[in-house]
């Protein structure tokens, strides 16, 4: 009979029990881009039974964090979201149940959290020459600039990195003063060309958005000289690109100066034109166009005119990018003047890397190539073997754009940009390439 009754008093001191009181919420403390600290005091009532954890709640009733123990002390709070507010509140539970939750914390805002983005770029290549004026010759267009570095990116949505891919230059047209046709830039958070290549530094790394953005760009490559009545200088390439091969004016004429090499640095200083001691004896050539590394070779005679010249003008070599060992950026090839009898066996070739072949008339006439698209290669120079034919020179390669990212991260792109996720390469890091266009991305 004691023990009976004995049981039902315990019964009744179970029954008894009930949740906590609600807790006394304490002080909010931001301490990263997605963690804080909430503090509180226990309450002053158990419910009958002992507390064993308090758990924190964001303002949407997200758990963010919790603590197994039965008095006051800090929660540590995880899983947030960067640049963000938040407010908290928390909740005591014993064996009945959870408590009432406290009433809200103050606000904290997390910091913005900055990602490290590898960038590698190229801008577009230079359009090679045109030739409209019978025996002229043609240069060679020049490769794009090339950059490689590493920027501090803002993650969230309101960081948004401005992105452009360089298109190639247009050919010209064989006609009287055709422009020359440079490369576009590639470039990363920038208006090119106001701001120079020279302000993207590595070390210190540059902080993206930030007041005054600070660019990289990738400058285009220089167009080919035109062949026409007088000789034409390629164009130089702007900071970080190389220079287009010149052109030359008809038999009696000089041959072409090469193209300057790309100095292809993070701080790159303008191109300057290989220029050659003049020659004036025999068929002209136009100079090949820079490649990344590298002057194009320098026009020289065709001694007898029916032979293959002791050295063409090739196209400056391109460079091979330090993330994939592959070589871009290779010249254009710059043409061989020759007059309406002469034979010229075969193509002056484009620089190792895309660049594109000069225009021939063995075994018959053919346009120039163009560079290789997303290499930012140099176009060839046309030729032309009729008075006033038209043989059209090789466009410039497009640029492009590699960016890789801690694989905890993500990349979002808008806008009209062409890009490839390529998965997770390169220990572990999130690789996209970027084909064309220009817009924006984002990260999270």
């Avoid at 690109?241 to 090499?261: E, K, V």
């Amino acid at each position: 009979m004691t023990g009976i009754i004995q049981g039902l008093l315990a019964s009744l001191a179970g029954s008894a029990a009930t949740v906590p009181d609600a807790p006394t919420i304490g002080t909010a403390t931001a301490t990263g881009s997605t963690t804080a600290t909430v503090t509180y005091t226990a309450p002053a009532s158990n419910g009958g039974t002992a507390i064993t954890s308090y758990t924190a709640i964001d303002q949407n009733g997200t758990v963010r964090g919790s603590i197994s123990q039965a008095g006051s002390g800090t929660i540590n709070l995880t899983g947030l979201t960067s640049n963000t507010s938040y407010t908290f509140r928390v909740y005591a539970t014993n064996s009945v149940g959870n408590s009432p939750n406290s009433s809200a914390s103050n606000q904290i805002t997390t910091s913005v959290q900055i990602v490290p983005v590898d960038v590698l770029m190229v801008g577009g290549g230079g359009a090679g020459g045109s030739c409209f004026n019978n025996g002229a010759a043609t240069g060679g267009g020049g490769a794009g600039g090339f950059q490689v570095g590493v920027f501090n990116v803002k993650v969230g949505p309101s960081f948004n990195v401005n992105i452009s891919i360089g298109a190639g230059g247009a050919r010209t047209t064989a006609t009287a003063g055709s422009p020359l046709k440079n490369g576009s830039p590639t470039t990363f958070n920038g208006q090119p060309p106001s701001i120079p290549s020279a302000s993207w530094t590595v070390p210190p790394l540059a902080e993206v958005p930030s007041p005054s953005p600070v660019p990289a760009v990738a400058n285009g490559g220089g167009g080919g000289g035109d062949g026409q009545g007088a000789s034409t200088v390629g164009a130089a390439g702007a900071p970080g690109g190389s220079g287009g091969g010149a052109g030359t004016a008809s038999p009696t004429a000089p041959f072409g100066g090469g193209g300057a090499a790309g100095l292809n640095t993070f701080a790159g200083a303008s191109s300057v034109r290989y220029a050659p001691p003049f020659v004036s004896n025999g068929f002209p050539q136009g100079g090949g166009g820079g490649g990344g590394s590298q002057a194009g070779v320098v026009g020289v005679r065709a001694t007898p005119y029916t032979a293959i010249p002791p050295s063409r003008p090739r196209g400056g070599n391109g460079v091979a990018d330090p993330w994939y060992g592959t070589t871009r950026c290779g010249g254009g090839a710059g043409s061989i003047g020759s007059g309406p009898t002469t034979s010229t066996p075969g193509a002056n070739l484009g620089g190792s890397g895309g660049g594109g072949n000069s225009g021939f008339i063995a075994p018959a006439q053919t346009n120039a190539t163009s560079g290789t698209t997303n290499t930012g290669s140099g176009g060839g120079g046309g030729h032309s073997f009729t008075p006033n034919g038209l043989h059209l020179s090789g466009n410039g390669g497009s640029g492009f754009m590699v960016i890789r990212i801690p694989s905890a991260n993500n990349a979002t792109f808008s806008g009209g940009l062409v890009t490839q996720y390529r998965g997770e390469e390169f220990a572990g890091k999130k690789v996209w390439w970027l084909t064309g266009g220009s817009g924006t991305m984002t990260l999270s």
